[in-house]
């Protein structure tokens, strides 16, 4: 970790201008088990159609929570981890701790994607994986540009990027601003939006004739995640940037990236995109 990026990150939590990922995926943590994990390998296996990443090299731009590296090294990957929220990072290696404690294949750092020289002292790497990370670091673009550097000839990049929703993406920014602006944002923020969420969900089920109680609990198998830390993760994700998937496509393959696997949304949430080099 260099101090001047975990001091620049203190600041703009300070400066209201970050939400802070890693306190989120620090409690996630509390909640994590064996069949989220298991979930999370599931969704892994599947988008990049792998069996297993025996012999292969794993770069995970933006752990947060640490759970997907975690699953790449289970998988048998070699793994290099970073995050630029200290406490995210922290959550990786609390993860490597409970799993492979002492183990020289796994590397969990704090860094930047946005520091390109950075970037460029890693290497290559046979998969690089980055998923809801590129969107949130306050300069997307340039973040979609270094993930690429990386990647070696035939290697496999594996982004998800949220989607262009106009102007409810526009709101969706003010309200993730105001979250970030203190205590009092992010208590009026909660306050409004998580009765929300609660009664909205209950009434899709109600029309639906779906049991509302499922809603809650099949959720892990999103990728092993929590539907309770996901609204927190979602109503403070700040900075946040969003583009359509024409967009991503485009400013891919003109960079000699062909599209193998693609998860499009029409709503809020992301674009998921597995590219070959
Ligand atoms: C939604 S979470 C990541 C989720 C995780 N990749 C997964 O697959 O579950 C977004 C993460 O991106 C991290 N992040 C934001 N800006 C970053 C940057 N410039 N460089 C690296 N990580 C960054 C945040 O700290 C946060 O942990």
Same mark, same amino acid.
């Given at each position: 970790? *260099?101090?001047?990026?975990?001091?620049?990150?203190?600041?703009?939590?300070?400066?209201?201008?970050?939400?802070?990922?890693?306190?989120?995926?620090?409690?996630?943590? @509390?909640?994590? #088990?064996?069949?989220?994990?298991?979930?999370?390998?599931?969704?892994? !296996?599947?988008?990049?159609?792998?069996?297993?990443?025996?012999?292969?090299?794993?770069?995970?731009?933006?752990?947060?929570?640490? &759970?997907?590296?975690? %699953?790449?090294?289970?998988?048998?990957?070699?793994?290099?981890?970073?995050?630029?929220?200290?406490?995210?990072?922290?959550?990786?290696?609390? &993860?490597?701790?409970?799993?492979?404690?002492?183990?020289? +294949?796994?590397?969990?750092?704090?860094? @930047?994607?946005?520091?390109? +020289?950075?970037? !460029?002292?890693?290497?290559?790497?046979?998969?690089?994986?980055?998923?809801? %990370?590129?969107?949130? *670091?306050?300069?997307?673009? #340039?973040?979609?540009?270094?993930?690429?550097?990386? %990647?070696?000839?035939?290697?496999?990049?594996?982004?998800?990027?949220?989607?262009?929703?106009?102007?409810?993406?526009?709101?969706?920014? $003010?309200? $993730?601003?105001?979250?970030?602006?203190?205590?009092?944002?992010?208590?009026?923020?909660?306050?409004?939006?998580?009765?929300?969420?609660?009664?909205?969900?209950?009434?899709?089920?109600?029309?639906?004739? #779906?049991?509302?109680?499922?809603?809650?609990?099949?959720?892990?198998?999103?990728?092993?995640?929590?539907?309770?830390? +996901?609204?927190?993760?979602?109503?403070?994700?700040?900075?946040?940037?969003?583009?359509?998937?024409?967009?991503?496509?485009?400013?891919?393959?003109?960079?000699?990236?062909?599209?193998?696997? &693609? %998860?499009?949304? #029409?709503?809020?949430? *992301?674009?998921?995109?597995?590219?070959? !080099?």
């Amino acid at each position: 970790m *260099t101090s001047d990026s975990g001091a620049q990150h203190s600041k703009e939590v300070q400066e209201g201008e970050r939400f802070e990922f890693g306190k989120n995926w620090n409690k996630f943590l @509390s909640v994590l #088990n064996d069949k989220r994990i298991e979930e999370a390998e599931r969704s892994l !296996k599947e988008m990049l159609q792998v069996n297993d990443l025996k012999g292969r090299s794993f770069l995970d731009i933006g752990s947060g929570s640490g &759970l997907f590296s975690l %699953v790449a090294r289970r998988l048998g990957a070699r793994v290099h981890s970073f995050d630029y929220d200290p406490n995210s990072a922290a959550c990786a290696v609390e &993860l490597r701790r409970r799993y492979f404690p002492d183990d020289s +294949d796994w590397m969990i750092e704090q860094g @930047s994607v946005l520091d390109k +020289d950075y970037i !460029k002292s890693l290497g290559e790497f046979d998969i690089v994986y980055s998923w809801g %990370v590129l969107h949130h *670091t306050g300069d997307m673009w #340039n973040a979609l540009d270094n993930a690429r550097i990386p %990647v070696r000839d035939g290697g496999l990049l594996f982004i998800a990027i949220y989607n262009d929703q106009g102007m409810k993406s526009d709101l969706w920014v $003010k309200i $993730k601003k105001a979250y970030c602006s203190g205590v009092i944002g992010k208590s009026a923020i909660v306050a409004v939006f998580i009765p929300i969420f609660i009664l909205y969900g209950f009434i899709i089920d109600l029309i639906r004739m #779906n049991n509302p109680i499922k809603r809650y609990s099949d959720y892990k198998n999103k990728r092993g995640m929590s539907i309770f830390y +996901d609204w927190f993760d979602w109503l403070g994700g700040y900075p946040f940037e969003v583009a359509s998937s024409g967009e991503i496509f485009d400013f891919y393959f003109k960079r000699g990236f062909n599209l193998i696997k &693609l %998860v499009t949304t #029409n709503g809020l949430g *992301t674009n998921e995109f597995v590219f070959r !080099k």
